[in-house]
């Protein structure tokens, strides 16, 4: 018979007392997925008043029977396009009589969400009871072999719950945890570079009532690990990575170590900290998970909370682009919950324009260059709280059309920053054959600059200005010094990322260079521009590969000259003028260059030479 049912978003769950196979009467709960995708389900049935869900080990001699009276049974379980799911408990009461369809309440469903494929989508069921007072016991799903309430398993459908688990039932089901409404485990992937941040989410975390999973990126036996692990923490192992596995991918798998063992412990969820672990907003952070499911990021504290908070900010710097900057804003606004145009002092329309394409507008009183825009970008969107900011050009050259594959790249490969790459597959861009030279050269020296000597490892397109990026990112941004304002400013960008461990990702975008006016700096300057910046860079962080090794090689060719002119004088007994000057001139300047490379790394490196923070 049919107790009660509830339907949403392509989900039914239906709810049903049962007894054949089971000694006493049960519940069903069967879960049907008309979505052509799998999903995510979270639902909740409550116990009626004088019933009990009867609970015990299958694998016991004699089985010993509990009980968990009145609150609400919670599970979060997956279902495939078109699958269906059924879950058992059995209900008693210390009355005799049967259980009436009646006095049973429905079923609620809290919440259907998309669930992503990357590497295994199945999340495994996960049930457990909370208590009218608000604490919570995770239970056991089993295969109704393993049941001792079971008579038949053939008869009964999918999985049947069966006890408490191990570490609540030494104390007895009277013992609970006490989280706040929700309870997801709060996970970090800890590092050295922000150990304390670390320490304080365990412990803060802990004061709120929530349990923090630890893994880590780098060695298992570091301080931060051993430290967290002291203050409470649950210390999860990461998957040994892979060959040729990237970043990005490292990172994926890390978290999915956290999110796994989180339900193995009966959690209904997890957030997730970001690497910096700033102080969590709890409240509004269990509001997003209410909304979102089972795997949400933090929500900070220091996160504006405004009322034109979008989900999707599209930033378009420009300047004197009022020609094409109405047709551009008008495109966007059809894939972001805002644009924003950052008008660059250029003394004409294109503010106008833009407003009345129905952007917002900041306007800069005079022109600060396009680093100077992006710089203003980074800064209104971090004070907007935007979940995504995206950036194309002004110009119509970037495909507006694009911005939700950039997004959506940025969810399922969980990747800080998405660029637009117009050399990939798939990308219909023409590129001249003068600037592919010039931008295939710009992109060899950043990749090279940055540490990333393997081809696997490479940004393709480095100077593409067609970005996405995380609220994570932009507040990094909008608060780095290093970004200066000019048109190579998309290189400091990813110097300033990567230094911090972000990650990359990149899809491919048509870019077009058949319009007009789409340049205010010819593609030579433009070009010596991006080089010196990189040299400038170099110099800075790796002046013993700039400096440094041509000096040595400049020592090392005098030294050998100086060998060919001590052996031609004592073979014949003249002196080699040419030789001589030859071996002094490279000596002395492979020692001054030497010399240089040290002083330039003591400066850069020595705490007395750092500017004030």
């Known amino acids: 018979m049919t107790a009660a049912s509830a339907s949403g978003d392509g989900v039914v769950v239906e709810k049903t007392v049962v007894s054949d196979g089971f000694v006493r009467p049960a519940i069903k709960i069967e879960l049907r997925s008309s979505a052509d995708a799998p999903v995510v389900v979270r639902f909740a049935d409550r ?63 809290l919440h259907v969400g998309a669930l992503e494929r990357d590497a295994g989508w199945r999340v495994d069921p996960v049930i457990r009871w909370r208590s009218p007072d608000g604490g919570w016991v995770p239970l056991t799903l089993v295969d109704p072999s393993m049941q001792a309430g079971v008579t038949d398993p053939d008869a009964v459908s999918g999985p049947v719950v069966g006890s408490w688990a191990a570490h609540e039932r030494a104390a007895g089901p009277s013992v609970f945890h006490r989280p706040t409404a929700g309870s997801p485990a709060v996970g970090v992937v800890a590092t050295d570079a922000h150990a304390d941040a670390v320490y304080r989410t365990v412990v803060r975390a802990r004061a709120h009532g929530f349990e923090t999973y630890v893994t880590y990126a780098g060695d298992p036996d570091a301080e931060v690990v051993r430290f967290a692990e002291q203050l409470g923490a649950v210390v999860v192992r990461p998957p040994d990575a892979a060959v040729g596995e990237s970043d990005a991918e490292r990172e994926r798998a890390r978290r999915r170590a956290l999110s796994a063992a989180a339900r193995a412990n009966g959690h209904p969820g997890i957030v997730f900290q970001p690497r910096s672990c700033p102080r969590i907003d709890y409240g509004r952070t269990l509001d997003a998970f209410a909304n979102d499911g089972w795997e949400v990021e933090a929500v900070p504290e220091s996160e504006p909370q405004r009322v034109d908070h979008p989900h999707v900010l599209v930033a378009i710097p420009a300047y004197r682009a009022e020609a094409t900057i109405g047709d551009v804003v008008r495109e966007a606004r059809r894939y972001a919950d805002m644009v924003l145009v950052v008008e660059d002092g250029g003394g004409d329309r294109t503010a106008e324009v833009a407003r009345d394409a129905g952007a917002e507008v900041v306007e800069h009183a005079r022109n600060k260059g396009y680093g100077g825009a992006l ?34 790249a940025q969810r399922e490969e969980r990747a800080d920053v998405v660029i637009g790459n117009r050399y990939m597959a798939g990308s219909e861009t023409r590129l001249p054959v003068v600037r592919a030279v010039g931008l295939g050269v710009v992109n060899l020296l950043t990749n090279l600059s940055m540490g990333r000597f393997l081809p696997q490892d490479w940004i393709h397109d480095t100077q593409s200005g067609y970005r996405a990026y995380t609220l994570e990112a932009i507040r990094v941004l909008a608060e780095a010094r290093d970004v200066g304002s000019g048109m190579w400013a998309s290189t400091d960008i990813l110097y300033a990322l990567d230094r911090e461990g972000f990650t990359f990702a990149e899809v491919p975008t048509t870019i077009r260079y058949d319009l007009e006016g789409t340049s205010t700096e010819g593609a030579l300057e433009h070009g010596i521009g991006l080089v010196r910046n990189i040299v400038g860079v170099v110099e800075h962080t790796h002046p013993m590969v700039l ?19 001590l052996q031609r004088f004592l073979a014949t007994g003249l002196v080699s003028v040419g030789f001589t000057i030859a071996t002094a001139g490279f000596t002395v300047a492979g020692v001054l260059l030497l010399f240089t490379a040290v002083l330039i790394r003591t400066i850069n490196t020595h705490p007395y030479f750092r500017p004030p923070e």
């Open 547 to 565: 400096v440094g090794l041509p000096g040595a090689m400049s020592v090392l060719l005098g030294s050998l000259l100086g060998v060919g002119a």
């Open 375 to 408: 710089k203003t970008i980074f800064r209104e969107a971090a004070a907007r709280g935007a979940d995504y900011t995206v950036t194309l050009d002004a110009d119509g050259q970037h495909d507006p059309s694009d911005v939700p594959e950039l997004v959506a």
């Open 47 to 109: 116990i009626p008043s004088g019933r009990y869900v009867a609970t015990t080990e299958g694998d016991a001699p004699e089985p010993a029977w509990g009980r968990l009276a009145g609150g609400r049974l919670e599970s979060t379980v997956s279902l495939g396009a078109g699958e269906s799911l059924a879950v058992h408990y059995l209900l008693d009461a210390d009355a005799a009589g049967p259980v009436s369809a009646d006095e049973l309440p429905a079923p609620e469903l």
